[in-house]
């Protein structure tokens, strides 16, 4: 089982760029598959991106492909989430998931594949 924290958030500007990190504990983080997801007032949690365990593999939601950049450094246990060209609707409170994997190198899309989630970080862009 994975500790994950979630930092960076913040109040940026349309067009502004910010970057999420999460921390997770645990000595086994290279045989996580990790994702980032969001969930705005009112609206149900949606997917963002993910990344393989080897970081070889990503996805990304149509929204933000092109803008967001999922990485990770196994070596700090950490995910990262690079998102430049911030628009109003990018407003949301992030989370990272962690997700146990034996050997596939892939990439998870729904939420229900995950085992482990961080409290959120709270993204707000204002127009």
């Known amino acids: 089982q994975a500790q994950l924290t979630e930092s960076g958030g913040g109040l940026v500007q349309a067009g502004d760029s910010l970057r999420l990190s999460c921390a997770a504990t645990?000595?086994?983080?290279?045989?996580?598959?990790m994702g980032w997801f969001r969930q705005a007032p009112g609206l149900e949690r949606e997917f963002v991106t993910a990344i393989s365990r080897s970081g070889t593999n990503t996805g990304y939601a149509d929204s933000v492909r092109g803008r967001f950049t999922i990485s990770r450094d196994n070596a700090k246990n950490t995910v990262y989430l690079q998102m430049n060209s911030l628009k109003p609707e990018d407003t949301a409170v992030y989370y990272c998931a962690s997700k146990v994997t034996s050997y596939s190198d892939g990439v998870y899309y729904q939420g229900y594949r995950y085992n482990d989630w961080g409290q959120g970080t709270q993204v707000t862009v204002s127009s």
């Open positions: 645990g000595r086994t983080f290279s045989s996580y598959a």
